[in-house]
């Protein structure tokens, strides 16, 4: 199964764009100039991340890419000695992120690291709790440090406590040392993220591989059905926006909560009342920390957080309001899903007939339980809490760059690579200092113009679903059970790609992420302010789904997204929310149309089209 040549791709220039590497670190590209690194990409099958990027990176947002790079490849190769693969390899076209598992190719170096894997891995999962009480200081703590750190200002003349008190240090050097400091927590964090994460994926693994060796035809489903039913703190966000449909019935003041779609309106008509004032305290309780929930995945800067875009959270409160007068529940149903995870668990139990067996199922089902809840939980500190302050401290940073006229506008800033804002930030004290005009204001401003130009027409790039040449079969078990690449999904991605006409299409297919059957109108939504759109039983397609999306779960029918296997984010909480989901079709949101009538197959991951 052949897709197209990377470095044909990248040579494929979209007319205006030319030069674009330069935004992006010089690593991240294919290269024609040297013959070892060329043949290796040549000879690499490469996927485009859309699980973490369904649109195109800017210059700035690409620290988090940088991040999980490094953490994970590190987690894997080095500390934790995962005996078949390496880490991740990345390269960008287009703005679009290109990842690659590096397996160990060799038998005898993956057993050789076995025992050191069997050793590591094993003190955190005989540990866990412990050790994961000690992960929610830490990354606490991180927080903390991070909402400390001070982005100063410029003065004409420093303050005279700097000669009273003999401080020796410039606002200047405060500024350099800062922006250093913000970017080096977010590195910091990024560590913390993936400490515990590929142990938790790799639980769940162990218990898929074990189980579908028992019980060669189990579909993957089942097994992610025996794992599902847990609370985790990512739900959260959530049941506080539930909390305060329920407290504005309680109070009496729900018509006022619902009267309007923007916060400001809607917040100074409940200051109004005696009972409004009684629920705005009771937000302002649940905000912090709450309310530090990306409205998108948190890894772009556009994502704004719940407490920066409050219309977000309203209308999730509001739709939580009309259930409750309709009389419908707004809780998950986790009863009924525990009820099944049982049934189906007990099921299985039944059928092992060995002692010795049966007992490994167990200790592999406990211990898949016992870490699953990390694998949710770490995306609120981190992706959600720790990014939503990092955004706004870099907006910050932004705002003194605009006031020495290096960019036009705060949000210009993530058009630059963060090397490049240090050096910018170099650039702007040396002439604070100096009291001259900083180079900067006649190189940036021409240079983000240009760079806007070609971020845009990265938007209009489709990007494909992957390059080079795919292996005989896909056996790294993240790539699988996270991304949803086999070679089932690249042969049915490499089909459509196929497809002369996409208005002939009738099927898609995918992972079958939720069992069910459902029937309805497709909303197509890219972003949260689409999600907004969605009206009581229609089908959510999307590139992928974020918990801040989380109230649109209490009116749709189904999901079905662009990428992500049986242990993505859509898949989890269509589970959890009993719905149907079909997860990694590859194409979705490009071939089907808000208002199509659709048929889901949870339970097969099949998408049937009707027009």
């Excluded at 993956?110 to 200081?137: C, Q, S, T």
Aim: proline residues 6%.
């Amino acid at each position: 199964m052949k897709f197209p040549v990377p470095h044909d791709v990248k040579a494929q220039q979209i007319p205006g764009t030319e030069g674009w590497e330069r935004m992006y670190p010089y690593q991240y590209q294919f290269v024609t100039d040297d013959p070892v690194r060329n043949g290796y990409e040549k000879e690499t099958f490469w996927f485009y991340d859309g699980l973490h990027y369904p649109e195109p990176l800017y210059p700035f947002d690409t620290i988090w890419d940088e991040a999980w790079y490094l953490a994970l490849s590190q987690f894997n190769n080095r500390i934790f000695m995962v005996p078949p693969v390496r880490g991740v390899d990345h390269r960008i076209i287009n703005g679009y992120v290109y990842i690659s598992p590096v397996p160990v190719k060799d038998g005898t170096e993956i057993g050789a690291r076995v025992p050191h894997f069997m050793e590591r891995a094993g003190y955190y999962y005989r540990n866990w709790d412990a050790l994961e009480a000690k992960w929610k200081v830490k990354m606490e703590a991180t927080i903390r440090q991070l909402e400390a750190v001070q982005i100063p200002r410029l003065a004409d003349m420093e303050d005279m406590s700097v000669v009273t008190d003999a401080l020796g240090e410039s606002q200047g050097f405060h500024l350099l040392k800062n922006y250093d400091d913000l970017i080096n927590l977010g590195i910091k964090c990024w560590q913390y993220h993936f400490e515990f994460l590929n142990l938790g994926y790799a639980a769940y693994v162990f218990f898929l591989d074990f189980a579908q060796k028992l019980f060669p035809n189990i579909p993957a489903q089942r097994v992610t059905q025996m794992i599902s039913g847990i609370d985790v703190i990512m739900y959260q966000p959530d049941e506080e926006l539930k909390k305060l449909a329920r407290r504005a019935i309680e109070l009496g003041v729900d018509k006022v909560v619902t009267f309007g779609s923007q916060w400001t309106v809607v917040e100074e008509a409940l200051k109004k009342l005696p009972n409004g004032v009684k629920w705005l305290a009771d937000l302002k309780l649940a905000k912090e920390p709450w309310f530090n929930i990306s409205t998108g995945t948190g890894w772009f800067h556009h994502d704004r957080s719940w407490n920066d875009q409050m219309n977000v959270p309203l209308s999730g409160i509001q739709t939580y309001i009309g259930k409750l007068h309709e009389g419908a529940s707004i809780d998950r149903p986790t009863e009924k899903v525990r009820a099944e995870r049982d049934r189906i668990t007990a099921e299985y139990r039944a059928l092992i007939e060995k002692p010795e067996d049966l007992k490994q199922f167990d200790e592999l089902l406990g211990c898949a339980k016992t870490v699953f809840p990390y694998v949710e939980n770490h995306l609120f500190y981190v992706e959600h809490w720790f990014h939503s302050v990092f955004w706004n401290k870099m907006r910050e940073v932004g705002a003194i760059m605009k006031e020495h006229g290096v960019i036009a506008d705060v949000e210009d800033i993530w058009l630059l690579r963060r090397d490049e804002i240090k050096s910018a930030l170099w650039d702007i004290v040396t002439a604070w200092a100096t009291g001259v005009t900083p180079r900067g204001t006649q190189t940036w401003p021409r240079e983000i113009v240009w760079r806007k130009g070609v971020m845009a027409k990265f938007k209009e790039w489709n990007a494909p679903p992957a390059i080079g040449t795919a292996p005989e079969v896909i056996q790294e078990p993240f790539t699988i059970v996270l991304w949803g690449v086999t070679n089932k999904s690249l042969a049915d991605w490499a089909a459509v790609q196929e497809v002369a006409d996409p208005e002939t299409i009738s099927e898609l297919k995918g992972f079958a992420g939720s069992p069910g059957i459902v029937e309805g109108k497709a909303r197509v939504c890219k972003t949260v302010a689409e999600v907004g759109d969605l009206l009581q039983g229609e089908i959510l397609v999307a590139p992928t789904t974020s918990p801040s999306w989380a109230p649109a779960f209490a009116k749709i029918g189904a999901c079905i997204t662009d990428v992500g296997g049986v242990m993505s984010h859509a898949a989890i909480v269509c589970r959890e929310y009993g719905m149907p989901a079909v997860v990694g079709t590859g194409h979705a949101t490009k071939i089907i149309k808000t208002g199509m009538t659709l048929r889901v197959d949870g339970s097969t991951g099949a998408v049937t089209i009707a027009r």
